[in-house]
């Protein structure tokens, strides 16, 4: 098949998609300002992403909405152009923001949307645009499939589409080849580097490096609890992955301040990059994972956990509702830094035959249904589908209906 992939082409999370298409055999132009493939690949090209020309007459010519529709037009426009061009089977958006409404006004089909979580949960917030949330709603409408991972997504894509929207679910998944157990001779190495004693009890933060991932939380709780731990206990962030790299260094200044402030500096170590391949390393190193982010799609950092038999320490949020996570994770509510003290306290303390019959359980459940090669295998199905059911003749209607499909917004 031949795919036309729109997704950040910096993020692991459309890396490892795009990993799977090739590998598999499949033909895959990428479109982005990022190019995720360092050299020449068989099967693959990369086209940078379209962009308005004319928004130099913003504010001029032109008020701000004529200029940002006539920017959206302008851009579909370019993309309906490349589409013709290339004849793909399946248009595939990764993270739905305004290059899914532009594939949808430009008339593109088979037309799939993967929701990351994040793209769709801050469209809820109190200061959401009202113009952007609608256009979201129309790209949702406008999709052939969408792609979610978390349960609560199926709720908040139909409500922002205001209508019936065709839906899968279907996690990034995890390599259980790769994230297993082991790797102890790289978690001593990590403990060496980071000046961490080898009977420490190592609390881990690994999510984005963003403040509503909930790490000043987690280090309050930290400070809590430490004193109560039966061995000696260290917390490693990991502060990478921020949205900006400005706003990573400033919120890596504050959380370095607040560490100081409540008196566990010393009890804090501080992780730069780490190549996603590496990762199991990390969760060699650590006793415990800890996730407290303020919202969420189903976070394949679970996956990965669950497959390296590692203990999960989480708030719980409606999108890890009826997963696997609630069996074998300990959940706690959110909004009591107490709570989340008192549960570190509880697994840091657990015993240790209880926990490894836990986990066995967890990463038999993740191999079972989570592995990374089964969501290929569901993926490409999904794809096949859609090639199958093309309407017939598209491609010969006349121009004036395309041009009213493609700007039916």
Same mark, same amino acid.
């Given at each position: 098949?031949?795919?036309?992939?729109?997704?950040?082409? /910096?993020?692991?999370?459309? =890396?490892?998609?795009?990993?799977?298409? #090739?590998?598999?055999?499949?033909?895959?132009?990428?479109?982005?300002?990022?190019?995720?493939?360092?050299?020449?690949?068989?099967?693959? =090209?990369?086209? *940078?992403?379209?962009?308005?020309?004319?928004?130099?007459?913003?504010?001029?010519?032109?008020?701000?909405?004529?200029?940002?529709?006539?920017?959206?037009?302008?851009?579909?426009?370019?993309? /309906?152009? +490349?589409?013709?061009?290339?004849?793909?089977?399946?248009?595939?958006?990764?993270?739905?923001?305004?290059?899914?409404?532009?594939?949808?006004?430009?008339?593109?089909?088979?037309?799939?949307?993967?929701?990351?979580?994040?793209?769709?949960?801050?469209?809820?917030?109190?200061?959401?645009?009202?113009?952007?949330?609608?256009?979201?709603?129309?790209?949702?409408?406008?999709?052939?499939?969408?792609?979610?991972?978390?349960?609560?997504?199926? !709720?908040?894509?139909?409500?922002?589409?205001?209508?019936?929207?065709?839906?899968?679910?279907?996690?990034?998944?995890?390599?259980?080849?790769?994230?297993?157990?082991?790797?102890?001779?790289?978690?001593?190495?990590?403990?060496?580097? +980071?000046?961490?004693?080898?009977?420490?009890?190592?609390?881990?933060?690994?999510?984005?490096?963003?403040?509503?991932?909930?790490?000043?939380?987690?280090? !309050?709780?930290?400070?809590?609890?430490?004193?109560?731990?039966?061995?000696?206990?260290?917390?490693?962030?990991?502060?990478?992955?921020?949205?900006?790299?400005?706003?990573?260094?400033?919120?890596?200044? !504050?959380?370095?301040? #607040?560490?100081?402030?409540?008196?566990?500096?010393?009890?804090?170590?501080?992780?730069?990059?780490?190549?996603?391949?590496?990762?199991?390393?990390?969760?060699?190193?650590?006793?415990?994972?800890?996730?407290? *982010?303020?919202?969420?799609?189903?976070?394949?950092?679970?996956?990965?956990?669950?497959?390296? !038999?590692?203990?999960?320490?989480?708030?719980?949020?409606?999108?890890?509702?009826?997963?696997?996570?609630?069996?074998?994770? /300990?959940?706690?509510?959110?909004?009591?830094?107490?709570?989340?003290?008192?549960?570190?306290?509880?697994?840091?303390?657990?015993?240790?035959?209880?926990?490894?019959?836990? #986990?066995?359980?967890?990463?038999?459940?993740?191999?079972?249904?989570?592995?990374?090669?089964?969501?290929?295998?569901?993926?490409?199905?999904?794809? =096949?589908? +859609?090639?199958?059911?093309?309407?017939?003749?598209?491609?010969?209607?006349?121009?004036?209906?395309?041009?009213?499909?493609?700007?039916?917004?």
């Amino acid at each position: 098949m031949k795919i036309l992939m729109l997704a950040p082409g /910096r993020s692991i999370h459309s =890396q490892r998609p795009l990993k799977w298409l #090739l590998e598999s055999g499949h033909d895959v132009t990428f479109v982005d300002l990022d190019n995720p493939c360092a050299g020449p690949r068989e099967r693959y =090209q990369f086209i *940078p992403r379209p962009h308005a020309k004319w928004t130099r007459y913003s504010g001029t010519l032109l008020s701000p909405k004529l200029a940002d529709e006539f920017s959206n037009w302008t851009v579909a426009v370019q993309l /309906r152009r +490349l589409w013709k061009r290339i004849r793909p089977d399946v248009v595939h958006v990764h993270w739905v923001d305004r290059r899914a409404y532009h594939c949808v006004k430009a008339g593109l089909k088979p037309l799939v949307l993967s929701v990351w979580g994040t793209d769709i949960n801050r469209l809820f917030s109190a200061d959401a645009d009202p113009r952007y949330r609608r256009m979201i709603g129309h790209a949702l409408a406008g999709a052939d499939r969408v792609i979610v991972d978390a349960p609560d997504m199926f !709720e908040k894509c139909s409500l922002l589409a205001g209508d019936h929207v065709h839906m899968d679910m279907l996690p990034l998944g995890v390599d259980t080849k790769a994230f297993t157990p082991g790797y102890q001779e790289q978690g001593i190495e990590w403990r060496r580097r +980071l000046n961490i004693p080898p009977a420490a009890a190592v609390l881990l933060s690994i999510r984005a490096w963003e403040a509503r991932y909930g790490h000043q939380i987690v280090l !309050e709780a930290f400070q809590r609890a430490l004193g109560r731990f039966a061995r000696p206990g260290v917390l490693v962030f990991k502060t990478y992955n921020p949205s900006s790299v400005q706003e990573g260094v400033t919120y890596e200044g !504050e959380m370095r301040s #607040l560490a100081e402030q409540l008196g566990i500096a010393d009890s804090v170590r501080w992780m730069h990059e780490v190549p996603h391949d590496r990762l199991p390393e990390l969760y060699a190193l650590a006793d415990m994972i800890v996730n407290y *982010p303020s919202m969420d799609a189903f976070p394949v950092t679970f996956l990965e956990a669950a497959a390296c !038999e590692r203990p999960v320490l989480s708030v719980r949020l409606p999108a890890y509702k009826g997963t696997f996570a609630e069996d074998y994770f /300990r959940m706690v509510e959110p909004g009591s830094v107490d709570d989340l003290a008192d549960a570190m306290v509880e697994l840091v303390n657990e015993e240790p035959e209880r926990r490894t019959r836990r #986990l066995s359980r967890a990463r038999q459940v993740v191999r079972d249904e989570y592995d990374e090669r089964a969501t290929t295998r569901r993926l490409l199905d999904i794809y =096949q589908g +859609l090639r199958s059911r093309r309407i017939s003749g598209y491609d010969n209607l006349d121009r004036g209906v395309k041009w009213r499909i493609a700007n039916s917004a």
